[in-house]
């Protein structure tokens, strides 16, 4: 189940990425995703985790893509989790699509 990460502490926190952080979430405490608004890179970023295995951020210029983004490799993640995929064909699909 998706839960906001430490209790939603780190909402309005500056993140990895300098921006602001305007959702955090973690999934099973197996993995992470975060949107930082107004970062040094873009508008939005998505950083994400799978605990142990990989990091990855992608970015957005508008607010309106990257709630979608969001939603989409929240599922993703969710998904992966809950799977017996092979973790390195599944971490390449992730990062070259996002």
């Known amino acids: 189940m998706w839960r906001l ?8 926190q500056v ?4 921006g602001i952080i305007i959702v955090d979430e973690v999934y099973d405490n197996s993995c992470r ?3 930082e608004k107004g970062g040094c890179t ?3 970023s998505i950083s994400c985790g799978v605990y142990g295995l990989m990091c990855h951020t992608a970015f957005s210029k508008r607010e309106s893509d990257v709630k979608s ?3 989409n490799m929240k ?3 969710q998904a992966f989790i809950e799977s017996n995929d ?7 699909m992730f990062t ?3």
């Open 75 to 77: 599922q993703e993640l």
């Open 69 to 71: 983004k969001y939603q």
């Open 5 to 12: 990460f430490e209790d939603g502490e780190t909402l309005g």
């Open 33 to 35: 995703i975060t949107i």
């Open 42 to 44: 873009a508008p939005f």
């Open 96 to 98: 070259t699509k996002w």
């Open 15 to 18: 993140g990895s990425k300098n």
């Open 86 to 92: 092979n973790e390195t064909d599944w971490c390449e």
